[in-house]
């Protein structure tokens, strides 16, 4: 098992680091890393996912939907506590609440969950990956994004239920998000990949794991750090009170093996960095956002190589 656990965290952790000691040195600008970030959701996860799906047999995909379920009750659970403390424990404002919230309850299973169930699971982990991004994306980040927008001058002036079906209509737009749907709609019919579509979407699909993780230490690198009150109750939430609710929701939805055991590694994931993207785009600097998503990286080294262990009989 120390063998297992040791061959999953290692190449992930050792390739975050490179990418952070790259920013920490001014090796690379850890400033400016919008090109990166668009190669990246835009092209390079887009592909993988499609392809991981496209490939994956019909009756496999069947058996997402209750781990599909299990994960939006853990993020939502997750984000509404998050809030609710954000905003009544640390009187943060909406804008600054909603960014912590989404870094919370939104796992960095861009980096860190798809090259390690990758590691664990083989191409079929990917599914989990791409169910857990989709129900992200469409879930918790376009209540986010509400949130931010309704501070804009714009959109003032726009009711609250509007808001909300543009930022969904925003988040299906997103080739991150359509791009597994697409994938799904050709497992289910059955529409082969022919293989020189295949090598193509490969060759730029097999570059995700690294470049996410090269990305995040980039990210990482740039944050600052103050390990507060605020700061250790998110990282409880993030790395234990999420994984601990989405057990619960697995055993309690029946989801079968081992797709019960990949969405618990999943919501052991550390903090991701979709918070602290949105947040910039709006001009919200939450340093108590960036200093989760390290302390969270950092302790996740303990928590998944504990989930790792706990979760090998499921």
């Not at 984000?79 to 404002?93: D, E, G, N, S």
């Not at 989709?134 to 931010?148: A, R, W, Y």
């Not at 193509?200 to 750090?225: E, H, K, Y």
């Not at 390990?227 to 234990?240: C, E, F, P, Q």
């Amino acid at each position: 098992m120390g063998t297992t656990i040791l061959n999953s965290l290692a190449p992930v952790f050792f390739v975050l680091g490179l990418g952070y000691f790259a920013g920490l040195w001014k090796m690379v600008d850890n400033k400016n890393v919008h090109s990166i970030n668009i190669m990246l959701m835009n092209f390079a996860l887009p592909c993988a996912l499609f392809l991981a799906i496209a490939r994956t047999s019909s009756k496999v995909l069947a058996q997402q939907y209750r781990l599909v379920v299990a994960m939006a009750l853990a993020m939502v659970l997750i984000y509404a506590l998050t809030w609710i403390l954000q905003r009544k424990m640390f009187h943060l404002q909406p804008n600054e609440a909603a960014v912590q919230s989404l870094t919370v309850s939104f796992s960095n299973n861009v980096a860190v969950g798809l090259p390690l169930l990758i590691s664990m699971f083989g191409p079929e982990g990917t599914v989990a990956v791409a169910a857990s991004i989709g129900v992200g994306s469409i879930v918790i980040s376009p209540i986010t994004l509400v949130i931010l927008e309704s501070g804009t001058e714009k959109a003032q002036s726009m009711p609250v239920r509007t808001r909300l079906l543009y930022a969904v209509l925003q988040s299906c737009k997103r080739p991150v998000t359509w791009a597994p749907v697409l994938g799904m709609v050709f497992s289910l019919i059955g529409i082969p990949i022919p293989d020189v579509a295949g090598r193509m979407l490969n060759l730029i699909g097999q570059c995700t794991a690294g470049v996410a993780l090269f990305l995040t230490g980039l990210i990482l690198s740039a944050q600052p750090f103050r390990l507060g009150g605020n700061a250790i109750m998110s990282v409880i939430l993030k790395n234990i009170v999420q994984v601990a609710l989405m057990f619960g929701f697995v055993l309690l939805l029946r989801v079968p093996a081992p797709e019960a055991r990949q969405g618990v590694l999943l919501a052991a994931v550390p903090a991701g960095f979709f918070g602290t993207v949105f947040g910039a785009r709006f001009g919200v600097a939450s340093i108590e956002a960036s200093s989760t998503l390290i302390a969270s990286t950092l302790f996740s080294i303990v928590t998944l190589s504990a989930v790792i262990y706990l979760t090998a009989g499921m």
